[in-house]
C-alpha cells in the first residue's frame, strides 16, 4: 500500500522536454513476477519498439527484469506521462491477452530521471543492461536474453 500513498509524488515536478534523455522504470503491481519467461518478456520488449517506431522515443538502452523494466531514451514527439500511460496500457493489455489474466499489471506511476548533458550514458547504459547480473539472474550480463543498448 506504501506505493499507492506515495504515488503522487511520482508526479510532483514532472517536466517532459523533446531532445531530452531519461532513464524510466515502471514496476509490476506488487512485485509480482509476470515477466519471469522469455515469452513474456518479449511482450515489454515488442511495447518499447512500438513506441520508437511511432515516433514518441528512441531507446538507448533497456532491460526487461521478471517484476519491473528500466528504459533509457531519448524523448521525441510526446509528453512523459502520455509515453509511459500508452506504454504500460500496452503491455498490460498483451500481456493480459496473452496469459489469459485479468486486471491491472503496474503500479500506479513510474519513475523517470533525466539524464544530465555531463552525465556518462553509456555508462548508464552498463549500468540498466547489468541488473541481471546484480540480482542473481545470470553469472554474465551475456547470458540474459531481455537487454538491449545501442552502444554493447
Known sequence: MTELK???????????????????????LNRQPLF???KSGRLVVDALKTAEQEGFATSLAWVVMPDHF???IEL??????????????RIAVTLNRSAGRQGP????GYHD?????????????RYIVANPLRAGLVERVGDYPLWDAIWL
Open 113 to 125: 530521471r533525466a539524464i544530465r548533458k555531463e552525465e556518462d550514458l553509456q555508462a548508464v547504459a
Open 105 to 108: 499489471v503496474w503500479q500506479h
Open 70 to 72: 528500466h528504459w533509457l
Open 6 to 28: 506515495h504515488a503522487h509524488r511520482l508526479r510532483t515536478g514532472r517536466y517532459s522536454e523533446p531532445g531530452q534523455i531519461y532513464l524510466l522504470t515502471a514496476v509490476v
Open 76 to 89: 521525441q514527439n510526446i509528453q512523459l506521462p502520455s509515453l509511459m500511460a500508452r506504454t504500460k496500457s
Open 36 to 38: 519471469h519467461d522469455f
